[in-house]
């Protein structure tokens, strides 16, 4: 086993060196939005739920989109969304309407080129395959997207750590705003 999590480690360790990210837009967007909805399908769709939940901690209002009791967003509200390639057709449906409401769409990716990255008022992208990846570039050892889903959980807890940092939230608050009911 000890060769497998070193594959795994290494991938990961790999994309997130070599994706060329800035924290400090991500950061503008999330601070100026009065309700922050994280957005995913599938395996990602969980990374952003546990973004959303990681984003009350800090203080700040946020929400998975598939919670029934998500209230009404508009223009002064950011959906953010997850999607390898940026062309899960569910999540994108969702990113056009919010759009035509007014709501910032950022976007973490690993594809260039996509319906999202279209929309999207910002880019994180993610030097990882995708599900849209051709045959002849570099594939990950570990199946489907498993890459990205990895490397998305990892970027996204290094910005909540950029986060901490750069707006001096102490753990002391964050433990004050954990579900006591678990």
């Keep these: 086993m000890r060769e497998e999590v070193r594959v795994v480690l290494g991938e990961i360790e790999y994309v997130l060196a070599s994706s060329e990210t800035d924290f400090t837009e991500l950061k503008s967007?999330?601070?100026?939005?009065?309700?922050?909805v994280c957005v995913g399908a599938g395996r990602v769709g969980l990374v952003m739920d546990a973004f959303a939940k990681r984003l009350v901690h800090l203080g700040f209002s946020a929400?998975?989109?598939?919670?029934?009791?998500l209230p009404k967003i508009g223009a002064r509200?950011?959906?953010?969304?997850?999607s390898g390639s940026g062309n899960t057709r569910s999540v994108a449906l969702v990113a056009q309407i919010a759009k035509e409401t007014g709501v910032s769409i950022a976007l973490v990716t690993a594809n260039h080129k996509s319906i999202l990255g279209d929309i999207a008022d910002i880019k994180v992208i993610l030097n990882c395959p995708h599900k849209e990846t051709p045959a002849s570039s570099w594939k990950s050892a570990q199946p489907m997207t498993t890459l990205f889903e990895q490397s998305l959980y990892v970027w996204l807890d290094s910005f909540v750590l950029?986060?901490?940092s750069s707006l001096e939230i102490l753990e002391?608050?964050?433990?004050?705003?954990?579900n006591a009911i678990e």
Aim: proline letters at 0%.
């Design 29 to 36: 967007f999330i601070c100026r939005a009065e309700r922050i």
């Design 63 to 69: 929400h998975s989109y598939w919670d029934v009791t």
């Design 77 to 82: 509200d950011l959906l953010l969304v997850g």
């Design 162 to 164: 950029y986060l901490i």
């Design 172 to 178: 002391i608050e964050m433990q004050g705003r954990h």
